[in-house]
Structure formats: structure tokens, C-alpha cells
């Protein structure tokens, strides 16, 4: 398996654009978590899925993001209007399933940089 | 709320010494302890899944404990090499079905 892939690896925007970042998690998963990490914050849950279905989306910052996960091989993150305090490397993860806690496996993240 | 706290946040060994990595957490009720790896640039790995029942996991030279009373973990590296330069990160799931709380996660440096 190629194991998480996300994509873009870079985004380079500028303040108020919209941003989309997408992932593809590992085939068979049936959890799948996003993640973002900043040097002041470390890494925070933003949402996570578990077959498909939103479970906790508490950690999204507001209402400028959201997410979705619309069969079980692709889920969106998107930013709409970015602001420069997004700037951070996002991060899709996934794991067999998320009732028994099973490891889990990230991508290798986008950078995202909003001017 | 769960709090995950590493220290030190940077730790410098000379090759060939053990290294040993802590991980405390406020809440003794867990449900398992992962320990991750990340290299710069890229995704975490994880290296090791301790479930809350158990006392400790072992992988090659890896070796992590758990003491859920106390709210600790270490991980231990048996013999270090350069290659085990990267940060190690903790992070606790609070129950079954739970989201993962991180720790700000340790950069090890191993000097030829």
C-alpha cells in the first residue's frame, strides 16, 4: 500500500482565497483524522471520521473551515477565506478503526503558507 | 482535559548511548499510549502501541513502558546511531473510540 497520501505538498496562497487540501487514506481504514501542527501549538486535532461520518469536528478553529469525507477513499479540508495565522503543516491520518484505538498512520502533510 | 507534557524538549547523546525519553499525562485514564517519530519535513510514524492493560512494548531497540498510576511512559533506545536523529513524539487516547492528545514531542540529536 502507498500508505496516506495527501496532496498538495505545498500551498502557497494569499490571505482571503480559498484553500482546499486533500487526502487519501489507507484502502481498508475506516477512521481517518486531520491534523494540524505549529511550532507555538504542536499538533492539534481539527475533525475525524469514522465510516465516512463526521465524529468530533471540535477542534476546528471556525467556521472558515471545513471538511469533508465523501466515500471512504478521500476526504477535503477546506479554508475558506484563508488568513495568515493558518499558516501550518496539515496532516491526514488514518487507522483501521478508531472503536479499538488501532495505530495510527499520517501522511507525509501539506505545508500551507498563507501571505 | 488530558494534558501531555515531554521534557526534556532536546537531548544531545554522543553514538552508542542509550537514550531514554519521558511522556507524563494528567489523566491515568487511558485507553492505550502510542510513541511516534518524526524526521523533519515529513509525517509521524508510529513506532509503538502500548494498550493500557499492558506494561510495556518492544520493538528491535525500542523498548517503551507504561505506568498508568504515575501518568508515565518512557521510551527507550537501546544504542543509538546517528539514524535515530529525528523528534519523538507521545500521545494518549482517553478511550476506545477517542481522539489522540500529543505532547510537544522531544528532538533527538545522536552525534557520530
Known amino acids: 500500500d502507498a500508505g496516506v497520501i495527501q496532496s498538495p505538498r505545498h500551498e502557497v496562497t494569499e490571505m482571503g482565497q480559498e484553500v482546499t487540501l486533500r487526502c487519501k487514506p489507507i484502502?481498508?481504514?475506516?477512521?481517518l483524522f486531520w491534523y494540524r501542527q505549529t511550532m507555538m501549538r504542536g499538533l492539534e486535532l481539527l475533525i475525524y471520521f469514522n465510516n465516512n461520518v463526521p465524529i468530533d469536528d471540535s477542534g476546528m478553529p471556525e467556521d472558515r473551515f471545513s471538511a469533508k469525507m465523501p466515500n471512504a477513499s478521500f476526504s477535503t479540508l477546506k479554508i475558506q477565506p484563508s488568513e495568515p495565522r493558518d499558516s501550518a503543516v496539515y496532516f491526514c491520518?488514518?487507522?483501521?478503526?478508531?472503536?479499538?484505538?488501532?495505530?495510527?498512520?499520517f501522511g507525509s502533510g501539506t505545508q500551507l503558507s498563507v501571505l | 482535559k488530558q494534558e501531555v507534557t515531554q521534557i526534556p524538549a532536546a537531548l544531545s547523546v554522543p553514538e552508542g548511548e542509550n537514550l531514554v525519553l519521558n511522556c507524563s499525562f494528567t489523566?491515568?485514564?487511558?485507553?492505550?499510549l502510542q510513541w511516534f517519530r518524526q524526521d523533519p519535513g515529513k509525517g509521524l510514524t508510529s513506532l509503538l502501541l502500548i494498550q493500557s492493560s499492558q506494561r510495556e512494548q518492544t520493538s528491535g531497540r525500542l523498548n517503551a513502558s507504561l505506568d498508568k498510576s504515575s501518568g508515565r511512559s518512557t521510551l527507550y533506545i537501546a544504542a543509538s546511531q546517528p539514524g535515530d536523529s529525528a523528534t519523538y513524539l507521545c500521545?494518549?487516547?482517553?478511550?476506545?473510540?477517542?481522539?489522540?492528545?500529543f505532547g510537544g514531542g522531544t528532538r533527538v540529536l545522536v552525534k557520530p
Open positions: 489523566d491515568s485514564a487511558i485507553y492505550n
Open positions: 484502502s481498508g481504514h475506516n477512521s
Open positions: 500521545a494518549v487516547s482517553g478511550a476506545a473510540g477517542n481522539k489522540l492528545t
Open positions: 491520518a488514518s487507522s483501521l478503526d478508531i472503536a479499538t484505538n488501532e495505530k495510527l498512520f
